[in-house]
């Protein structure tokens, strides 16, 4: 495991450095230069890059709406965008009470215009390979980077290739990337598969990768724990104590534990108000779970992966090295839950009007859990991210809600199956 720090020192920028902003290895610390030549990983080691400033922002430093609000904290002013972030904080007062926490709030993520926060990543994605000068993207996909690569990709007017696991890709994923006219692969395998044949494709430089292990993107996904606390500290005055959200390719647990680092060592968030990271899986597709209870350094890949969360039905998470640490630091901890969970959690957000996949609904389903084990207090005020919305898997939203009822076309019909 790396050992990114919640307080770690500042930096001063390295010659290699433009405009303050250069990439750096979370493993051996080698620094790059930020646009000068396409970089995923590290060239010395393989580690996974950040992107670091030497100027660190300040809530002062925000204004506007969205995610380019926080340009202070991101390599550029301004991206290609359609616009994304301002999501929703909802209050479920009902789930609440079920639960069982002081607070409950619901950022949900499936409020972005492709329907998922991957909108945040790619914004930026997208502005940062029009600076590198590419005109083919990439990427591979259990849906919503599919989706949200082909909508950003289209409004660049730049070429979308998407690679996607056979017949395990949601319908209204397909349907959006195959609408923004990327040219979709179906592959069969797994999402595993996938990122493994694209990730070779983008080293020998066939295509710009925009999954998850492009820093960049993590740069825009930083900005949920941006809102998250201004939506607090605007609602109650106070940071909550815990973010609680799905886990993947633990791409956003990153970033947001990047968010609050940057925050931290800015002086604007002591160590002992970031919220505590709360990584959910599925039991099917649970590596990081893993890791964590069994307090391992790295994750061990899981080559069978099963579960209704599609979103999360991966064995490999790519970001584990970023993600594992900030579980840690953050005094947070991982949870896996059943698909049969995760449908109940689904149902009762909906039953809020809170409409979300079930990749999504594990969020609150690994909260009642823990809460229920006595992990999380009933004094805790939490934050669960709902990552995509209800329309992009049509089929799960039918079977885990009531079928249409045929009635005759006469009122007195309609009125006697009312009665
Ligand atoms: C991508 C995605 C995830 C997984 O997020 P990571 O950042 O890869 O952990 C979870 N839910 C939904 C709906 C997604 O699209
Ligand atoms: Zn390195």
Same mark, same amino acid.
């Given at each position: 495991?790396?050992?990114?720090?919640?307080?770690?020192?500042?930096?001063?920028?390295?010659?290699?450095?433009?405009?303050?902003?250069?990439?750096?290895?979370?493993?051996?610390?080698?620094?790059?230069?930020?646009?000068?030549?396409?970089?995923?990983?590290?060239?010395?080691?393989?580690?996974?890059?950040?992107?670091?400033?030497?100027?660190?922002?300040?809530?002062?430093?925000?204004?506007?709406?969205?995610?380019?609000?926080?340009?202070?904290?991101?390599?550029?002013?301004?991206?290609?965008?359609?616009?994304?972030?301002?999501?929703?904080?909802?209050?479920?007062?009902?789930?609440?009470?079920?639960?069982?926490?002081?607070?409950?709030?619901?950022?949900?993520?499936?409020?972005?215009?492709?329907?998922?926060?991957?909108?945040?990543?790619?914004?930026?994605?997208?502005?940062?390979?029009?600076?590198?000068?590419?005109?083919?993207?990439?990427?591979?996909?259990?849906?919503?980077?599919?989706?949200?690569?082909?909508?950003?990709?289209?409004?660049?007017?730049?070429?979308?290739?998407?690679?996607?696991?056979?017949?395990?890709?949601?319908?209204?994923?397909? %349907?959006?990337?195959?609408?923004?006219?990327?040219?979709?692969?179906?592959?069969?395998?797994?999402?595993?598969?996938?990122?493994?044949?694209?990730?070779?494709?983008?080293?020998?430089?066939?295509?710009?990768?925009?999954?998850?292990?492009?820093?960049?993107?993590?740069?825009?996904?930083?900005?949920?724990?941006?809102?998250?606390?201004?939506?607090?500290?605007?609602?109650?005055?106070?940071?909550?104590?815990?973010?609680?959200?799905?886990?993947?390719?633990?791409?956003?647990?990153?970033?947001?534990?990047?968010?609050?680092?940057?925050?931290?060592?800015?002086?604007?968030?002591?160590?002992?108000?970031?919220?505590?990271?709360?990584?959910?899986?599925?039991?099917?597709?649970?590596?990081?779970?893993?890791?964590?209870?069994?307090?391992?350094?790295?994750?061990?890949?899981?080559?069978?992966?099963?579960?209704?969360?599609?979103?999360?039905?991966?064995?490999?998470?790519?970001?584990?090295?970023?993600?594992?640490?900030?579980?840690?630091?953050?005094?947070?901890?991982?949870?896996?839950?059943?698909?049969?969970?995760?449908?109940?959690?689904?149902?009762?957000?909906?039953?809020?009007?809170?409409?979300?996949?079930?990749?999504? %609904?594990?969020?609150?389903?690994?909260?009642?859990?823990?809460?229920?084990?006595?992990?999380?207090?009933?004094?805790?005020?939490?934050?669960?991210?709902?990552?995509?919305?209800?329309?992009?898997?049509?089929?799960?939203?039918?079977?885990?809600?009531?079928?249409?009822?045929?009635?005759?076309?006469?009122?007195?019909?309609?009125?006697?199956?009312?009665?």
């Amino acid at each position: 495991m790396s050992d990114l720090v919640l307080d770690e020192p500042a930096r001063s920028a390295p010659p290699e450095a433009d405009d303050g902003t250069w990439l750096e290895c979370i493993a051996c610390g080698a620094t790059f230069a930020p646009f000068d030549a396409i970089r995923y990983t590290c060239d010395d080691c393989g580690g996974l890059l950040e992107a670091r400033y030497d100027d660190l922002p300040t809530f002062d430093d925000f204004s506007g709406e969205g995610v380019w609000r926080y340009a202070a904290a991101l390599p550029f002013s301004e991206g290609v965008s359609l616009p994304e972030g301002n999501t929703p904080l909802h209050e479920v007062p009902r789930l609440r009470e079920s639960v069982g926490v002081n607070r409950l709030r619901i950022k949900h993520e499936g409020m972005n215009p492709t329907g998922s926060f991957k909108d945040r990543g790619m914004t930026v994605g997208v502005r940062v390979a029009r600076e590198l000068g590419v005109d083919r993207l990439a990427c591979a996909s259990t849906g919503n980077t599919s989706a949200a690569l082909a909508a950003y990709g289209a409004r660049a007017g730049m070429e979308t290739l998407v690679l996607l696991p056979s017949g395990k890709v949601a319908a209204g994923k397909i %349907a959006q990337a195959s609408l923004h006219d990327a040219r979709i692969l179906e592959v069969d395998g797994n999402f595993d598969a996938c990122l493994d044949i694209v990730q070779e494709l983008a080293t020998d430089g066939d295509v710009y990768l925009l999954n998850s292990l492009n820093p960049f993107r993590l740069e825009g996904q930083k900005t949920i724990g941006f809102e998250i606390l201004e939506g607090f500290r605007a609602d109650y005055g106070t940071y909550p104590d815990r973010i609680v959200l799905p886990v993947g390719n633990a791409g956003n647990t990153a970033a947001l534990f990047k968010a609050f680092r940057e925050l931290v060592a800015a002086d604007e968030l002591g160590p002992d108000e970031v919220p505590a990271l709360t990584g959910v899986q599925a039991e099917g597709a649970a590596p990081m779970v893993e890791a964590v209870e069994s307090g391992a350094d790295e994750v061990r890949r899981w080559e069978e992966v099963e579960t209704i969360a599609t979103a999360i039905r991966i064995g490999n998470p790519v970001n584990a090295p970023k993600a594992l640490p900030g579980i840690r630091e953050t005094g947070g901890t991982a949870v896996a839950v059943s698909d049969e969970q995760i449908t109940d959690a689904q149902r009762a957000l909906a039953g809020e009007g809170v409409g979300v996949e079930p990749a999504s %609904a594990a969020s609150v389903a690994g909260l009642r859990k823990l809460r229920e084990r006595g992990v999380v207090d009933a004094d805790e005020d939490v934050a669960c991210l709902t990552t995509g919305h209800l329309l992009k898997d049509p089929d799960a939203a039918f079977a885990a809600g009531d079928d249409p009822e045929p009635v005759a076309n006469d009122v007195d019909a309609v009125r006697a199956l009312l009665e």
